[in-house]
């Protein structure tokens, strides 16, 4: 689970759109590792693509809407709830109007294109946004809020309330994207009948129908009143003295309103641009709260453009000190590992315990100990050194020697007393025993280092 992952190969799929009634097509395409979600609207001269970033979002009424300058595509938060719960990072989307086609009003038709056409891990890592601490947002006029907690996995629980008889307070809960397909997929977006010529008024759902939507009848009007909305619909005439939900096919359970609310917000979450590890616990959700949201975390990815490790001392450790002398040469007082916590094929995580009693104290300075960020460095490549001997048929065999460095920033000082995080990430292949990496160091949550480096994997008799 910790690789990137887009399609296997492209889809499409084609309806008419909710608010322009348009005939639309969009058209879901395989994208390289760290692409993200990016949409292009091909129907248009310049073919602009636009970034599905929060921040990229200028509308939310009924709907999620992208710009990039004066272009702009709405609607598209139901396919990207289908791709971020299948697991999917990178997508290139092609469409061919201001909007994707609503369909049947849910994100179905999207789930059953990804499973019929796959996904496919790539050579990548998969870069979470982890939950450290509660976040909150609170909108005080409509009574909305989203809480984001810590937990080790994406799962979301929401509340609906509104004013109404027939639609009052509804919960729905998510706890494993797996059951997504399932629980949430076929959920269909909703609209009070009391709403729509407001809407229509405003411009927006030309395309919406008793097909694609949830239509709740619970307020009564004068029948005149009612036949005139049912034409300017195209449905046909109903009596408006029956109240309740008037389209074509029933709720298909009880709370499908909220499950639809579910839906959204991980639509609109999406938009961050990583997955997320914790729990979002929503009360009366909307488009323009869930954005809201999506926005106070991508302020707060840009302003930590890199996570510290999460790091439990009561875990057992992946290698410990003496399974780490066994595949590295180092030894006191040059050994600047004291633990890996993780280790794949594409990224290590470790740990080093910065004591009073490291020899270089004594004189890196005499009554100011600060650690030399050289020997940060060295302490990311050793940690290097594990990860790159993780592609040695023979580890005992070969030594990992530190050959390059580039892009190095310091940014805090490390002192004894600190326990100093550090996680090495594959940035290209292994090439003629060759690994590319890229380090970070961090204290508690504090990024304290970073660099560029390689690392070559050398036969240790060739170095004698």
Not at 216 to 227: G, H, L, N, S, V
Not at 253 to 264: C, G, I, M, Y
Not at 270 to 288: D, F, Q
Not at 413 to 435: E, F, K, Q, Y
Request: net charge neutral.
């Amino acid at each position: 689970m910790y690789k990137q992952k887009t399609l296997k190969d492209s889809f499409s799929l084609s309806g008419k759109g909710l608010h322009t009634g348009l005939d639309l097509t969009v058209t879901f395409k395989p994208a390289p590792a760290d692409y993200g979600y990016k949409i292009q609207r091909i129907d248009l001269d310049s073919q602009p693509v636009i970034e599905a970033f929060a921040e990229n979002v200028r509308e939310t009424q009924r709907g999620t809407v992208l710009f990039k300058g004066n272009s702009k595509v709405s609607t598209v938060e139901h396919a990207l709830a289908a791709l971020y719960a299948a697991g999917i990072d990178n997508c290139h989307m092609e469409v061919n109007g201001p909007e994707f086609p609503i369909l049947d009003g849910s994100a179905i038709e999207y789930v059953n294109c990804i499973q019929r056409v796959g996904v496919k891990e790539q050579d990548a890592l998969k870069d979470f946004f982890v939950v450290k601490s509660k976040i909150e947002v609170k909108d005080d006029k409509t009574g909305s809020s989203i809480i984001l907690l810590p937990d080790d996995e994406f799962s979301v629980n929401v509340l609906i309330s509104f004013d109404s008889k027939i639609l009052y307070n509804q919960y729905a809960s998510l706890d494993d994207m797996k059951d997504f397909p399932k629980e949430i997929a076929s959920s269909r977006t909703f609209v009070f009948v009391r709403e729509i010529e407001p809407l229509l008024a405003a411009g927006l759902i030309k395309g919406g129908d008793l097909d694609n939507a949830i239509v709740i009848y619970e307020k009564e009007m004068p029948q005149e009143r009612y036949d005139k909305l049912s034409e300017i619909m195209g449905v046909p005439r109903m009596d408006a003295s029956k109240r309740g939900y008037i389209m074509h096919r029933p709720l298909q359970w009880d709370n499908e309103p909220a499950r639809h609310k579910l839906l959204d917000i991980i639509g609109d979450l999406a938009l961050i641009g990583k997955p997320i590890k914790g729990r979002i616990i929503a009360t009366r959700p909307g488009h323009t709260i869930n954005n809201k949201f999506a926005r106070i975390l991508r302020k707060n990815i840009k302003l930590n453009d890199a996570q510290a490790p999460a790091y439990n001392p009561a875990i057992p450790p992946v290698m410990n000190l003496q399974q780490i002398q066994a595949v590295m040469p180092h030894r006191f007082p040059m050994l600047l590992l004291d633990k890996v916590i993780a280790l794949t094929d594409l990224y290590a995580e470790g740990v080093k315990n910065v004591t009073n009693d490291e020899f270089y104290f004594t004189g890196h300075f005499p009554g100011h100990p600060i650690m030399p960020g050289v020997l940060i460095i060295e302490a990311m490549a050793q940690l290097g050194g594990t990860l790159a001997m993780q592609y040695s048929d023979n580890p005992n065999e070969y030594e990992a020697l530190f050959v390059k460095i580039d892009n190095t920033r310091f940014r805090q000082s490390v002192i004894p007393g600190d326990t100093m995080l550090m996680r090495v990430v594959r940035t290209a292949p292994m090439r003629h025993n060759m690994l590319s990496l890229k380090g970070y160091a961090f204290v508690a949550d504090k990024l304290v280092a970073e660099s560029e480096f390689m690392v070559q994997l050398s036969k240790k008799n060739e170095n004698e």
